[in-house]
């Protein structure tokens, strides 16, 4: 069974940097694309970031391109999301999740995705 889970959350002030992290098992990590999403209060769980299963594709929702960097270490079957420059606005539950990844390309579609973690805030305030 393939299990994801998140770490790495908290509070920030605007304009400050935070780094998530997503702990893959129970499959052969580099098979799976990993995508970051995210879900503010009453709203719609939103595409974020998304990475190729072997780290040399990436995908990034207009509003954090620029600003959020993902990575991967396929040797410790981790998934890092580097943020910077915060804002109010990305405020919210952020997700990792895991999808087969059959053509080395993210996975940018929520079906796609199988495997999700419970989640991990992240508050940008003052």
């Known amino acids: 069974q393939v299990y994801v889970v998140e770490s790495g959350g908290g509070l920030v002030q605007p304009g400050g940097s935070l780094t998530l992290s997503c702990t893959f098992s129970g499959g052969t990590f580099s098979s799976y694309g990993i995508g970051w999403w995210r879900q503010a209060p009453g709203k719609e769980r939103k595409f974020v970031a998304a990475?190729?299963?072997?780290?040399?594709?990436?995908y990034y929702s207009d509003s954090v391109r620029g600003r959020f960097t993902i990575s991967r270490d396929n040797g410790k079957n981790t998934v890092t999301l580097q943020m910077a420059s915060l804002k109010p606005e990305d405020t919210a539950l952020y997700y990792c999740?895991?999808?087969?990844?059959?053509?080395?390309?993210?996975?940018?579609?929520?079906?796609?995705?199988?495997?999700w973690g419970q989640g991990t805030q992240v508050t940008v305030s003052s």
């Open positions: 999740a895991a999808g087969l990844d059959r053509y080395d390309t993210p996975l940018m579609m929520l079906y796609e995705y199988n495997h």
């Open positions: 990475i190729s299963g072997s780290g040399g594709r990436t």
